[in-house]
T-cell receptor, first 112, second 114 residues
Framework: GESVGLHLPTLSVQEGDNSIINCAYSNSASDYFIWYKQESGKGPQFIIDIRSNMDKRQGQRVTVLLNKTVKHLSLQIAATQPGDSAVYFCAESNQAGTALIFGKGTTLSVSS | GAGVSQSPSNKVTEKGKDVELRCDPISGHTALYWYRQRLGQGLEFLIYFQGNSAPDKSGLPSDRFSAERTGESVSTLTIQRTQQEDSAVYLC????????????FGSGTQLSVL
């Protein structure tokens, strides 16, 4: 079946460190992946996306890496700031192309 | 509007009552989605609308759940005979064109069934 999972439910880092949040997916036919950030009481906010024909994509302070061989997705946040503290979700497009399938999320805590 | 708007932001109801949740998508977005998020959990897909095509209802958990959308505008999610396990945040999202990509979410409706 289709499922998206995460390696670790929580991640604690110091301000200024680089953060890496990992995600494993099960559907080798998935062709679209995306990362969201969700702060308490708010809806998920788009961070970055990537298609399966790419291995890496960079945004502002964020990089998404896709390893299709091992079905692994990661989000790298450079120079992590306290404002980055949130729950991060990876998601993949479902087979029908009608929705995103979400994992359970990783809670990132950034201390000053 | 500038973003996806949902109302009410909070809804408290008694078990057995019907509730209706509203979503205003981003203007011009043809695709609209409803998700449910239980406390501390990920998002569960409920239903997808794309233009005038038949909706994808594959995520609706029971026949107590239904949703409507008029054209490419407002959508309502209705839960009949609410149960305590329906308590969750109900999130609406919209996307510009193709389904299942780059969804923009509203802040959700927190539903509490007593």
């Amino acid at each position: 079946g289709e499922s998206v999972g995460l390696h670790l439910p929580t991640l604690s880092v110091q301000e200024g460190d680089n953060s890496i949040i990992n995600c494993a997916y099960s559907n080798s036919a998935s062709d679209y992946f995306i990362w969201y950030k969700q702060e308490s009481g708010k809806g998920p906010q788009f961070i970055i996306d990537i298609r399966s024909n790419m291995d890496k994509r960079q945004g502002q302070r964020v990089t998404v890496l896709l390893n299709k061989t091992v079905k692994h997705l990661s989000l790298q946040i450079a120079a992590t700031q306290p404002g980055d503290s949130a729950v991060y979700f990876c998601a993949e497009s479902n087979q029908a192309g009608t929705a995103l399938i979400f994992g359970k999320g990783t809670t990132l805590s950034v201390s000053s | 509007g500038a973003g996806v708007s949902q109302s009410p932001s909070n809804k408290v109801t008694e078990k057995g009552k019907d509730v209706e949740l509203r979503c205003d998508p981003i203007s011009g977005h043809t695709a609209l989605y409803w998700y449910r998020q239980r406390l501390g959990q990920g998002l569960e897909f409920l239903i997808y609308f794309q233009g005038n095509s038949a909706p994808d209802k594959s995520g609706l958990p029971s026949d107590r759940f239904s949703a409507e959308r008029t054209g490419e505008s407002v959508s309502t999610l209705t839960i009949q005979r609410t149960q305590q396990e329906d308590s969750a945040v109900y999130l609406c999202a919209s996307s510009l064109l193709q389904g299942g990509e780059k969804l923009f979410f509203g802040s959700g409706t927190q539903l509490s069934v007593l």
